[in-house]
């Protein structure tokens, strides 16, 4: 018997014992190709030879020293480069262990702004349903995932909850694309309104939409709309990358898809692409300013934070992605994903939408194409299809209805960067006969 205690507490997953490239090999020698880097973490596949590298030569060198005394040169470098690949004046970093803590982090730093200027009335932040952003309190508060929020309810701070940009199941049959996010827009300004302006700190999403919903985009105008309102109320806007950035989508930060540029950024997964537990912060010299002027002191701090050994696998892992010009890779691989998804399963009878960006890809079941039902929720139809992929030696990242009832089945895709052409026809072949098999066996 296992004395951890795992995600499920019905039995112990199979023992990873190594990896190379996008293959995992377990205990038994199974080997598995990892169509999703785990959570989108995975971006430059495993044992990278830069990366490891860097790290042995920042352990033998300095593992950790604790930041109430010193700085280290690993995360002032990666501070640097971020700030130099960042758009904006986005310059001011923060390192955590992970997505969760640089929400956290965000949260904080968002709601002390407006104490430096000030302003403690504004005490409120406007999240959208149809989210995830953490499993710490403060995450989850901002988060709108009814299932993972239900029973810690009562802990958690009220939030001013507004529709997420989810163009598939949301857009009425008689509206353009313009005019539902209008109408999103429209919601947001009145619960602005409604709240009072002046009692709000920050507007939190994810640019593009990932765990919840399977790798949802916002619609043209959606994002820049937002950074309107936010400037025209004095709110800052808040991007949660922490799924969709730092290569991910084809552009660093995905938002720089929408031609915006948000006040506060949080990150995570692929920053140090698993090779260490990192997450940041990175902030505007507007957010950083009061604080400056004012305290002095960022009201905040773990014990991890700026961790050296993890900030040096963050630098090697973003300088092999510019050195290497994975960016584009990512591009285009991610269009070769999208157009195998839509060849092989856009006439699927029980495929409703396929949608993402770069190597960012969702694929949502329906029961029934036309009036977009989902199955039905007891036939756990993502969870059959997670064991028929992992039996075909693929891993995909499944989840299933639990967003407000109204959400079906969905399948995540977010291979590492370095995967091959040959590979990506791989992943689409086999996602394609799990889904063909397991959805017949459901309807
Ligand atoms: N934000 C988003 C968008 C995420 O997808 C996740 C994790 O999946 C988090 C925050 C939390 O990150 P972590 O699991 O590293 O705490």
Same mark, same amino acid.
């Given at each position: 018997m296992s004395h951890i205690i795992h995600r499920s507490l019905a039995g112990t997953p199979p023992v990873a014992a190594a990896a190379q490239g996008i293959w995992i090999t377990d205990a038994n020698g199974k080997r598995y190709l990892d169509a999703c880097g785990g959570a989108a973490?995975?971006?430059?596949?495993? @044992?990278?030879p830069d990366v490891l590298a860097a790290l042995h030569a920042q352990i033998d060198k300095l593992a950790y020293a604790h930041t109430g005394f010193f700085t280290s040169d690993a995360a002032e470098g990666l501070a640097k480069h971020l700030a130099a690949h960042?758009? @904006?004046?986005?310059?001011h970093c923060y390192f955590v262990s992970g997505g969760s803590e640089a929400i956290e982090t965000a949260l904080k730093l968002a709601r002390q702004y407006f104490v430096e200027l000030g302003?403690?009335?504004?005490?409120t932040f406007i999240a959208r349903r149809q989210s995830y952003h953490g499993n710490t309190l403060g995450a989850l508060a901002v988060g709108g995932n009814e299932w993972r929020r239900r029973q810690f309810a009562p802990l958690l701070m009220d939030v001013v909850r507004v529709s997420a940009c989810n163009e598939y199941r949301d857009r009425a049959a008689d509206e353009s694309q313009e005019q539902y996010t209008a109408r999103l827009l429209n919601e947001l300004e009145q619960a602005i309104l409604d709240a009072g302006p002046q009692t709000i700190i920050g507007f939190v999403a994810e640019t593009v939409v990932g765990a919840t919903s399977g790798a949802i985009p916002p619609t043209p105008g959606y994002l820049a709309g937002v950074r309107r309102l936010c400037d025209k109320y004095g709110i800052l806007y808040i991007a949660d990358e922490v799924m969709c950035g730092m290569g991910r989508t084809g552009t660093l930060y995905a938002f720089e898809q929408d031609g915006v540029v948000p006040d506060i950024v949080a990150m995570a997964k692929g920053l140090g692409g698993g090779y260490q537990p990192i997450g940041a912060v990175i902030a505007s010299d507007k957010v950083l300013a009061p604080l400056r002027t004012g305290s002095g002191l960022f009201q905040h701090g773990h014990t991890y934070i700026c961790h050296p050994t993890a900030a040096a696998a963050a630098l090697a892992v973003q300088q092999v992605i510019q050195r290497d010009n994975l960016l584009v890779q990512v591009q285009e691989r991610g269009a070769q994903l999208a157009a195998l998804l839509r060849e092989a399963l856009g006439d699927n009878p029980f495929v409703g939408d396929i949608r993402g960006r770069g190597l960012f890809m969702g694929v949502e079941l329906v029961r029934d194409r036309e009036t977009k039902t989902p199955f039905?929720?007891?036939?756990k139809l993502h969870v059959a299809i997670k064991r028929h992929c992992l039996a075909r030696g693929l891993m995909v990242y499944p989840m299933g209805g639990t967003l407000d009832g109204r959400q079906g089945d969905h399948v995540l895709l977010a291979p590492p960067f370095i995967i091959s052409p040959q590979q990506t026809e791989q992943v689409v072949t086999h996602l394609t006969a799990a889904i063909r098999e397991e959805t017949e066996k459901a309807a």
């Open positions: 973490v995975s971006c430059l596949g495993h @044992g990278h960042a758009p @904006g004046d986005l310059t302003e403690p009335e504004r005490t039905d929720p007891a036939l």
